[in-house]
C-alpha cells in the first residue's frame, strides 16, 4: 500500500540545514502494525507527516496504491489523506469551541457528507471508541483519556485505510494510555494499516514490526 | 463543505470571540448605517422640495417680466423692466388651448394696522385663480370674491399668523383693516399651512388685483402663474406665451417663462448630486472598516494555527481554508449590514416622529450601495489573510510554530 | 516606570506587532484623513466666500425699504413705504458718510444700431466705482452729481462691450435702453463673477434714470459707506435716527456688514462642523479598530 523510495528531506534551521530524512525506502502493507522509535531529532516526526502526506520530500518518490503522490497537486492530496489517511497526535488537537461530536463531524462536514449519514457515523464512531456519553461534552470537560479518544474517532471517521498516531500515549497516564492503545489496536485487528511513532517502549513492544531511527535514517526493521 | 456547515462554522468562532466579534459588527455597521442615514437626508431634502412642487400641482409655469441673455442664465429676479407685464397681458394668456388658470401677481411689501396694533407684510395683489394654482384654502370665510377679476374690490384675505397678530382670538371676518392709505373688509383667513416655496403663506396679506395696482401705483405684474392642462404639451404653450406677449409688446420678446418641471428637475439634480458625494464620503468609513476586518482577520489566523493545521491534516485544501476565512469575514460584513441597516431604519423612525413634515428616506440606491461597499471592502481587505491562512506549512502549523 | 523607558516599551510592543500596528495605523489615519480634508475644505469655503463678502470693506450698511426681512427681497417688490433718491441724498450729506449708492435694478434690453442684447442693468450713483472697487478699461465711470438730476449715460460691462461694439471704441457712442437714449461714458476692466452675478454683462445707468426706465417709486437698496473710524452700531443709530425723522417712523431696514458677515459666518461654521462630523464617521470606526485591536492584546 505504502511504498517509499530513496525520500530525502532538509530542513533549514536557521543558517544550519537540518537532514531529516535521508534516502529512507520503506514499504507497508495493508494492516501492519508497525511501531517507530527512535531519539529525538532522528526524524520519525517527519517520516510520519511524509507518509501523512503532510509534508513533501525534497527527492525519491512516494507511491501510495500505486500512485506517486509527489507529483500530485495540493487538492488532490488533500482529498486522499481525507479520504484515507487519520492522524492521531500526542497534543490531540481538538477545537476547544467544538463539543466531542462535532470534532468528530469535522472531516464529514469537509467533504460534505449528507448530514442524516454524518449523525449515524459519528454515533458509530463514539460508540467504538466508548464515549457515546460524552458526545455534547465540550474538551474542557473531558480527561486526557476520553480527549484522544475522541480524537481517534475523528481519525477513523472517515473509515481510512491508514492510521497515523504520533506519540498517542505521550499526554496521557498509564491508564489512559492503555484505554487508548487498546482501541486503536482493536481498530489494526479490525484491518486498518496502523504507524505509532512513540517514545513508549512498552507501545513499541506491542507492534508487529518495529521500525528504529537514527539521524534521518532506518536504522533497523523487525518483524 | 455545505455553506450551512461553514456558517454554523463561522458562527461557533463569532461566538468564541463575542467581544471582539461584536465591535467588528459595529464598525460594519456604522459604516452601513451611516451611508443609509446621511443619504436619507439628501434624499429627504429631495423629497421635501419635490413634495413643496407637487403641492402647487405639478402642471404650473411661471412667467417673470424681463428677459436675461447673460452667462449662467440666472432668471430676471428684480421683476423691474422698461415696458410693464399688465394685467391684460395676463388675461390675454387665458385664450391658449391648454392653459386651465392664469393667477396674475403684483406683490409688495405693506403696512397692515387695525387699531393701534401694524404689521409689515408682504402683500399680493391677485384673483381667484391664484388660490386654485397655489393650492390654497380658506380656514374660515371665503377666497377672494370672482369680482376681484377686474375690480378693485376693497377686500382682504389673511394669513393665519397675520391673523392672529392683529385680532388675537377675535373674530376676524367682516372687521375692516387699514391697508396702507386704504380701508379694506376681511372676508377669509387662510388655512393653517407653513411655508411654501420659500413664501410663508401664515404672514401674508392677499388683495384684489387692480386694488394692489392702485395701492402700489404701478400697473407692473411681479409674475404670472399659470395652471396648465395635464394633457397639454407644456413646450408648445411656453412658446405660445412667448409668442402672444411678443405681439402684444410690439416685437420684443421681454419676458422668461419658467416650467415647474424644469426648476423642480434642477433641484433634483443637485440634489441627487450632493447625496451621491455625501454617501461616497461616508463609505470612507467602510474602507476603515475593511482594514479593521483585515487585521483582525491577521490575527485570528495567526491564533488558529494549530486549528487550520489541523483541517489540512483531516483533509482540508488550501482552497477549502480560504473559503473558510473568506466566509468569515462574508459573514461579519452580512450580519454587520443587517445591524446597520436595523439601526439606520429605526433611527429614521425615530427621526421621522420628531418631524414628521421632513420625508426623511433612503434613496432606493443606498441600502444595495452601502451593502456592496460593505462586501467589497471586507472581501477585498480578506483576500490577504485568507491566502496567509490557505498557505500555511501543515506540520509548522501543528506545532503552532511562527514562521 | 520612566517616560523614556515606557516609549520604548510601547515601540518594542509595536514593532513586533508591525502589520497590526500598520493596520491599525491606516484605519485610523484614514479617518483622520477624512475629517481633517472635510473640514479643511469648509473652512476652505468659509474663507472664500468672507474674502467675498469684505472686498469693499466693512464699514458698509444697507439700507431697504420697509421694516420686513423678506430673504433681501424687500427692495424688489413694491412698496407703500418707498426711498427716494432725496433720501439718499440727504443721508450722503451726514457727518463720516464717506459715500452713498442708491441701487435700482432691473432687466432690458441694450441696443447699439443692430446689436442687441437682454441684461441685468444696474441703476447706481456716480460713486460706485470707488466703493465697489471696479476699475475702467476705457473712458471714465459715470460722473458724481445731482441724484436727482442725472444725465443720460452708460458705463458698459466689458463683455457687453465687445458684443455691441467689437473692436470699436464705444466711447462717445449711443445706445438704447427700453425706449431711451444713453451715451456711453466708460467701460469696465473685466471683474468676473461677484457672488453669482457676472459683472461684466451688466450695464450702468444713473438710478434716477434707472427709476424712470423702469417705472420705480422706491429705490431698492442705499449702500451707505462711512468713515472707518466710526463704529457700524454708531453710524447705524446715528442713520436710523436720522431716516426716522424724515419719514415720521421706521419704515426701513438697516443692515451692516457686520451683521451679514456673522450670519455668513454662523451658517458656513455649521457647514464646516456638518463636514467635520462626516469625516468624523470614519474617524469612529478608525477608533472602533483600535478598541478592538488593544482588547485582543489584552486578551493574549
Excluded at chain 2, 416655496?197 to 411681479?222: H, W, Y
Excluded at chain 2, 474602507?287 to 491577521?298: E, F
Excluded at chain 2, 443606498?366 to 467589497?376: E, I, S
Excluded at chain 3, 471696479?134 to 444725465?151: N, T, Y
Amino acid at each position: 500500500m505504502i511504498k517509499l523510495i530513496s525520500i530525502n528531506k532538509t530542513y533549514q534551521i536557521g543558517d544550519t540545514p537540518l537532514r531529516a530524512l535521508r534516502d529512507v525506502s520503506l514499504n507497508i502493507d495493508s494492516g501492519e502494525y508497525l511501531s517507530v522509535m527512535g531519539p529525538s531529532g532522528s526524524g520519525k516526526s517527519t517520516l510520519l507527516n511524509m507518509i501523512g502526506l503532510l509534508d513533501r520530500p525534497d527527492s525519491g518518490s512516494y507511491l501510495f496504491d500505486n500512485v506517486a503522490t509527489e507529483a500530485l497537486k495540493e487538492e488532490r492530496r488533500a482529498r486522499l489523506r481525507g479520504e484515507n489517511i487519520g492522524f492521531i497526535f500526542q497534543s490531540f488537537h481538538l477545537i476547544n469551541r467544538l463539543t466531542a461530536f462535532e470534532n468528530v463531524e469535522l472531516p464529514l462536514i469537509l467533504t460534505e457528507q449528507p448530514i442524516k449519514s454524518r449523525r449515524q457515523a459519528v454515533a458509530e464512531v463514539l460508540d467504538m471508541v466508548g464515549l457515546s456519553a460524552r458526545a455534547s461534552h465540550k474538551p474542557n470537560q473531558l480527561s486526557g483519556g476520553q480527549l484522544q479518544r475522541v480524537a481517534i474517532a475523528r481519525a477513523i471517521v472517515m473509515r481510512p485505510r491508514l492510521l497515523l498516531a504520533d506519540e498517542p500515549t505521550g499526554n496521557l497516564d498509564s491508564a489512559s494510555g492503555s484505554e487508548v492503545i487498546e482501541v486503536i489496536e482493536r481498530l489494526n485487528r479490525d484491518g486498518i494499516t496502523l504507524v505509532a511513532v512513540t517514545h513508549d517502549q512498552n507501545l513499541g513492544d506491542r507492534a508487529t514490526r518495529h521500525i528504529r531511527m537514527v539521524d534521518g535514517q532506518i536504522d533497523s526493521d523487525q518483524r | 463543505m455545505k455553506l450551512v456547515d461553514q456558517i454554523s462554522f463561522n458562527w461557533q468562532i463569532f461566538q468564541r470571540h463575542g467581544l471582539r466579534t461584536f465591535l467588528l459588527l459595529a464598525a460594519v455597521g456604522i459604516g452601513v448605517a451611516s451611508v443609509i442615514l446621511l443619504t436619507s437626508l439628501g434624499e429627504g431634502a429631495r423629497r421635501y422640495v419635490d413634495r413643496e412642487f407637487s403641492a402647487l400641482g405639478n402642471r404650473v409655469l411661471i412667467v417673470l417680466p424681463g428677459r436675461s441673455e447673460t452667462t449662467g442664465g440666472a432668471p430676471p429676479i428684480y421683476g423691474s423692466v422698461p415696458r410693464d407685464l399688465t394685467l391684460e397681458d395676463a388675461y390675454t394668456l387665458e385664450k391658449i388651448p391648454g392653459v386651465l388658470a392664469v393667477a396674475p401677481i403684483v406683490a409688495g411689501t405693506t403696512t397692515v394696522a387695525v387699531d393701534s396694533r401694524s404689521r409689515e407684510v408682504i402683500t399680493l395683489g391677485s384673483n381667484q385663480s391664484f388660490f386654485t394654482v397655489r393650492k390654497l384654502a380658506v380656514g374660515a370665510g371665503q377666497i377672494l370674491p370672482a369680482r376681484t377679476r377686474e375690480d378693485a374690490m376693497a377686500v382682504c384675505v389673511l394669513g393665519v399668523k397675520l391673523k392672529r397678530e392683529l385680532f388675537g382670538n377675535a373674530r376676524a371676518l367682516g372687521e375692516w383693516v387699514r391697508v396702507g392709505d386704504r380701508r379694506m373688509r376681511v372676508v377669509g383667513v387662510l388655512e393653517e399651512r407653513g411655508e411654501s416655496l420659500g413664501l410663508d403663506m401664515r404672514d401674508i396679506l392677499l388683495i384684489p388685483v387692480r386694488t394692489a395696482e392702485q395701492l402700489f401705483n404701478s400697473p407692473s405684474l411681479f409674475r404670472i402663474m399659470l395652471d396648465i392642462a395635464p394633457s397639454a404639451d407644456s413646450d408648445l404653450i411656453q412658446t405660445k406665451i412667448k409668442a402672444v406677449i411678443t405681439e402684444r409688446h410690439e416685437g420684443e420678446e421681454d419676458i422668461t417663462v419658467i416650467s415647474q418641471d424644469s426648476m423642480l428637475a434642477a433641484f433634483n439634480s443637485i440634489l441627487t448630486t450632493l447625496t451621491l458625494v455625501i454617501a461616497a464620503i461616508a463609505s470612507i468609513s467602510l474602507l476603515v472598516a475593511g482594514i479593521l476586518i483585515m487585521n483582525i482577520s491577521l490575527i485570528s489566523v495567526s491564533q488558529r494555527r494549530k486549528e487550520i493545521g489541523l483541517l489540512k491534516a483531516i483533509g482540508a485544501s488550501s482552497r477549502q481554508i480560504r473559503q473558510l476565512f473568506l466566509g468569515e469575514s462574508l459573514l461579519l460584513v452580512s450580519l454587520g449590514s443587517v445591524a446597520g441597516i436595523l439601526f439606520a431604519y429605526s433611527l429614521i423612525a425615530f427621526f421621522s416622529s420628531l418631524w414628521p413634515s421632513f420625508p426623511l428616506m433612503p434613496p432606493l440606491w443606498a441600502v444595495p450601495a452601502a451593502v456592496g461597499v460593505a462586501f467589497f471592502s471586507g472581501l477585498t481587505f480578506s483576500i490577504v489573510p485568507a491566502k496567509r491562512a490557505a498557505g500555511l506549512d501543515p506540520v509548522l502549523a501543528l506545532r503552532g510554530v511562527q514562521e | 516606570m520612566k517616560l523614556r523607558d515606557s516609549t520604548s516599551w510601547i515601540f518594542k510592543a509595536l514593532w513586533m506587532q508591525r502589520t497590526r500596528s500598520l493596520l491599525t495605523i491606516a484605519g485610523f489615519s484614514i479617518g483622520i484623513a477624512a475629517m481633517v480634508t472635510l473640514s479643511t475644505l469648509g473652512e476652505g469655503l468659509r474663507t472664500f466666500v468672507l474674502n467675498e463678502f469684505t472686498q469693499f470693506g466693512s464699514h458698509i450698511i444697507a439700507l431697504t425699504p420697509g421694516k420686513t426681512e423678506t430673504f433681501g427681497m424687500g427692495g424688489v417688490l413694491n412698496t407703500t413705504r418707498p426711498l427716494s433718491l432725496s433720501d439718499a441724498a440727504a443721508i450722503g450729506t451726514l457727518p463720516n458718510v464717506e459715500a452713498v449708492v442708491p441701487v435700482v435694478m432691473g432687466n432690458a434690453k441694450v441696443k447699439a444700431g443692430q446689436r442687441g442684447r437682454d441684461t441685468e442693468i444696474a441703476g447706481v450713483g456716480g460713486a460706485a466705482d470707488k466703493v465697489w472697487k471696479l476699475e475702467l478699461a476705457l473712458g471714465h465711470f459715470l460722473p458724481v452729481d445731482d441724484l436727482e438730476r442725472s444725465r443720460a449715460l452708460v458705463v458698459l460691462g466689458n463683455k457687453l462691450q465687445q458684443e455691441l461694439f467689437p473692436g470699436l471704441n464705444p466711447v462717445g457712442q449711443f445706445v438704447h435702453i427700453g425706449g431711451a437714449r444713453f451715451r456711453v461714458v466708460g467701460v469696465l476692466a473685466e471683474k468676473g463673477e461677484f457672488l453669482g452675478i457676472n459683472m461684466d454683462e451688466m450695464v450702468f445707468i444713473p438710478a434716477s434714470k434707472s427709476m424712470q426706465l423702469f417705472n420705480r417709486q422706491s429705490l431698492m437698496e442705499v449702500d451707505i459707506f462711512f468713515n472707518p473710524r466710526v463704529s457700524s452700531e454708531t453710524m447705524a443709530k446715528k442713520i436710523r435716527q436720522f431716516m426716522i425723522d424724515r419719514h415720521g417712523f421706521e419704515d426701513f431696514t438697516l443692515v451692516t456688514q457686520d451683521q451679514v458677515l456673522a450670519t455668513m459666518d454662523n451658517i458656513l461654521s455649521v457647514l464646516t462642523y456638518a463636514a467635520a462630523g462626516l469625516g468624523a464617521i470614519s474617524l469612529l470606526v478608525g477608533g472602533v479598530g483600535i478598541t478592538t485591536i488593544l482588547m485582543i492584546t489584552v486578551t493574549e
